[in-house]
């Protein structure tokens, strides 16, 4: 029997909210009174459309696709946070989310009491969580602050305690979305140690995550989503390379118009990311070497093709480079394929989730852009607790001067000065 079954499900929001006046109201009455709806206005956004597929009991699904695909709304369908527009949606047995770890917690109340509110929550028993508490706060590793106001907690402590009453409610389904971006690397290890244990255990779960390797390592197979559509559902790692060397860049060249590689002076056919090995990855740790390499082809003589990319966070664009910065140069016949690389020395970025933007174009200064891909390929870091917070690493240290040697004090006077 399945644990899920998810069949031609459809989930629409409306683009535009009125602000509850007459003015607002009058044209919604009258469209409906003339059988419209807010889709033939085109105020309606399709998240998901016609999205069908099952799990059985102990399979994992791994869910992947660029950011608005509808991979987040899949899991709060599942989760019942919101309805289908239409469609069918069936969940067998106790669901535990890690969506928005902590979105239960009360700001103003102590880690300990926000146990046992987000437990309720999620349907412990406070006899349940009595028992599980000890588990829970160790789990955290937040003894020493779990008296403390979650509010005065950084987004790595509200994580790690969001995710340690998560996990302790023992589901039979388990949905994770992309929870791990944010907490150090040695707790995320922990984390996805934790997740593997689930699946050993034969629950049942459905992953959502731009980390190539969680995927490769957790799913049995897997669903790709595009705009809300079905793009591919089946094996793992077919579905990683459509994605990741093939569609996604394809999908968002379409979205512009320029589909057709014959028009087009140069083509970008793959972008992928290796480690410092030279091995494909998408997940790195903070100062760890990286290269990012952009297959190309040219369907027409071409002088001094300048690439660039730019890492980006959401919409933020983080750092850009172009080949016309270190001069390098090259002439390219009709026909001929070749590689564009540039090699990050040293990765000196802190926790989170990046992605790239590629492209080519005639020169530097040039409006003219051969060929472009945004989004290309999405990654990962994580960071050491001594190497910072915020966005970037730089290479630091403290030290302090002036400090009284310890036992100074007690035995009167000023006492010695450390040096």
Not at 31 to 52: E, N
Not at 149 to 160: A, D, H, Q
Request: net charge positive; proline share 3%; hydrophobic share 40%.
């Amino acid at each position: 029997m399945a644990a899920i079954e998810f069949e031609n499900v459809r989930k629409a929001y409306r683009r535009r909210f009125g602000r509850g006046s007459l003015r607002d109201a009058l044209p919604n009455l009258l469209g409906k009174v003339v059988g419209q709806d807010g889709r033939d206005r085109g105020d309606m956004l399709w998240a998901l459309d016609g999205v069908s597929f099952e799990v059985r009991k102990g399979e994992v699904l791994g869910i992947i696709g660029p950011n608005g695909a509808g991979k987040t709304t899949v899991l709060k369908l599942l989760s019942r946070v919101t309805r289908p527009t239409s469609g069918r949606i069936t969940v067998r047995g106790r669901v535990s989310a890690l969506i928005e770890l902590g979105a239960g917690f009360h700001p103003d109340l102590s880690g300990r009491e926000n146990v046992y509110l987000n437990g309720a929550i999620l349907g412990l028993k406070r006899r349940e969580i009595d028992q599980k508490f000890d588990s829970i706060v160790a789990f955290s590793e937040l003894e020493e602050f779990i008296d403390m106001p979650v509010k005065r907690y950084s987004s790595g402590m509200f994580v790690r305690l969001g995710f340690a009453v998560a996990v302790h409610v023992d589901p039979d389904v388990l949905l994770i979305d992309e929870v791990l971006a944010v907490g150090d690397y040695m707790f995320r290890d922990k984390c996805v140690r934790r997740i593997q244990e689930f699946r050993d255990a034969g629950k049942t779960m459905v992953v959502v995550s731009h980390n190539k390797e969680m995927i490769q390592k957790l799913c049995d197979w897997t669903l790709f989503l595009y705009k809300g559509k079905v793009m591919f559902l089946g094996g793992t790692q077919e579905a990683l390379d459509l994605y990741h060397t093939g569609f996604a860049g394809e999908a968002l060249r379409q979205e512009v118009g320029r589909r057709g590689g014959g028009g087009r002076e140069v083509e970008i056919t793959q972008v992928e990311l290796l480690d410092g090995e030279g091995k494909p990855r998408n997940s790195f740790l903070t100062a760890e070497p990286m290269k990012l390499r952009i297959h190309f082809r040219t369907n027409a003589p071409v002088d001094d093709p300048v690439f660039y990319s730019r890492i980006r966070q959401g919409y933020r664009i983080l750092h850009g480079t172009t080949t016309a910065r270190f001069d390098v140069h090259g002439h390219f016949e009709a026909g001929d394929e070749g590689v564009a690389e540039v090699i990050y020395e040293s990765l000196n970025l802190l926790n989170g989730e990046y992605n790239f933007n590629v492209g080519v174009k005639r020169d530097h200064f040039s409006p003219l852009t051969y060929d472009q891909i945004d989004g290309a390929v999405h990654f990962v870091v994580g960071s050491r607790f001594d190497q910072g917070g915020a966005l970037v690493y730089l290479p630091h240290r403290w030290r302090m001067q002036g400090a009284r040697e310890p036992g100074a004090e007690k035995r009167g006077g000023k006492g010695a000065r450390a040096t």
